[in-house]
Structure formats: C-alpha cells, structure tokens
C-alpha cells in the first residue's frame, strides 16, 4: 500500500506479492508454486457501511493481476485476472455485481484469461453482469460467464438465476440451480445444476 494513504480513499491500492508460494496437497504431496501479483483497488473510495446510511450509492473494488503457475511436473503456466465487484442497495437488499474487465486480442470483458495446464488458451468473459444478492446467501441470481478454449473447439456457458424446475426465478426469489450449455467439437449439451 502507498505510505500515507488509506483504503477508503478513492483510487487507494494495496498490492500482494507471491514469491515462490508453494501450496501442497495433503493427500497426493503434490505441490504447487505460484509467482505473480495481485491489486485490490478502492476505485471509487469509501466503504460498504456507507450504502447503509445512504452516504453513497455504489461502492466499486477492483482485482487485477497475473500470476505464474509452476506445477509438479515443472510445466509453467501464466493466468491473468480482471474482476470488478460493484456493491449496491441497502442493508436489507445488498446486491454484489461482478464484472470482467480485461482484454486480449479481440477478447473483452474478460474476468481470466491465460494458458492453462494443458498448454491451452482459454478465456473467461463475463457477457452479462452476474449479481450477487446478500438475501439469497450471497449466491448468483442472475448473469452469464463464458468460458473458451478456442484452439480446442471448447466452450461452456453458465447463465444464473434458475429455480429447481429449471425455469428462471422471477422477482425477488432466490435461485437454487444454474444452466450450464457446453460445447466439445461437434458435440453440445446442456445441463441444470445446483448452486450448492
């Protein structure tokens, strides 16, 4: 964090580091280093409380950053993020929405983005903001995320805000299962699964 600033500054930063963080698993012993660095910013300044007493209207935090991979094998990955969480409402209806911003080549609205462990590029954008209600446990209610692999011909859609029929939740319900449509070459799908 800059000297001399404070969080609930606008455009107030603070920066993580990851130098050689090594997480192992448990039960395999197989560990995993990561490299890289993350930024969470106050874009707009202030805190949530202040959503409470109606001293602001929105509140908007950024994370942004790029991380190197080092997996057991010796293989090196690079991922990249681009999340953007707008805080709106009231203590009784708090909404979280949740927006990529990154870009790549001809790729926008991107919340990740990079080389995955198979040496493949992927893509994750976020085509409809997905907002996040506190009443409804904090679950996704509504919204679209994409994610691709194009040099593979693979794609899975996940669109929120279903209810345990399958069918989209109206008004203020909260949603219990999400649709996910999913493409693998020349074969498609779609299924209805649970948010828990």
């Known amino acids: 964090?800059?000297?001399?600033?404070?969080?609930?500054?606008?455009?107030?930063?603070v920066t993580l580091k990851y130098i050689n963080f090594s997480v192992?698993?448990?039960?395999?012993?197989?560990?995993?280093?990561?490299?890289?660095?993350?930024k969470f910013e106050n874009v707009t300044g202030g805190g949530i409380w202040q959503l409470y007493n109606?001293?602001?209207?929105?509140i908007v935090h950024r994370i942004s950053g790029s991380m190197n991979v080092t997996?057991?094998?010796g293989t090196t990955r690079s991922w990249n993020m681009a999340?953007?969480?707008?805080?709106?409402?009231?203590?009784?209806?708090l909404l979280c929405t949740v927006d990529g911003f990154g870009t790549s080549g001809d790729?926008?609205?991107?919340?990740?983005?990079?080389?995955?462990?198979?040496g493949e590029l992927f893509y994750t954008q976020i085509t409809q903001s997905i907002v996040h209600r506190k009443a409804c446990e904090w679950h996704p209610v509504s919204g679209i995320k994409v994610h691709m692999i194009p040099s593979a011909s693979k794609r899975g859609t996940v669109t929120f805000g279903f209810d345990s029929n399958n069918q989209p939740v109206t008004g203020d319900d909260c949603p219990t299962h999400y649709k996910l449509d999913w493409v693998n070459g020349?074969?498609?799908g779609t299924s209805y699964l649970p948010l828990q």
């Open 107 to 118: 790729y926008t609205n991107l919340v990740s983005w990079g080389i995955n462990r198979d």
């Open 186 to 188: 020349n074969q498609t």
């Open 54 to 58: 109606g001293s602001a209207t929105s």
């Open 24 to 38: 192992t698993k448990v039960a395999t012993g197989i560990t995993t280093v990561f490299n890289g660095t993350r």
């Open 1 to 13: 964090k800059k000297i001399g600033s404070f969080w609930f500054q606008a455009g107030s930063a």
């Open 83 to 93: 999340r953007q969480r707008t805080y709106t409402g009231t203590l009784q209806n």
């Open 71 to 73: 997996f057991d094998n």
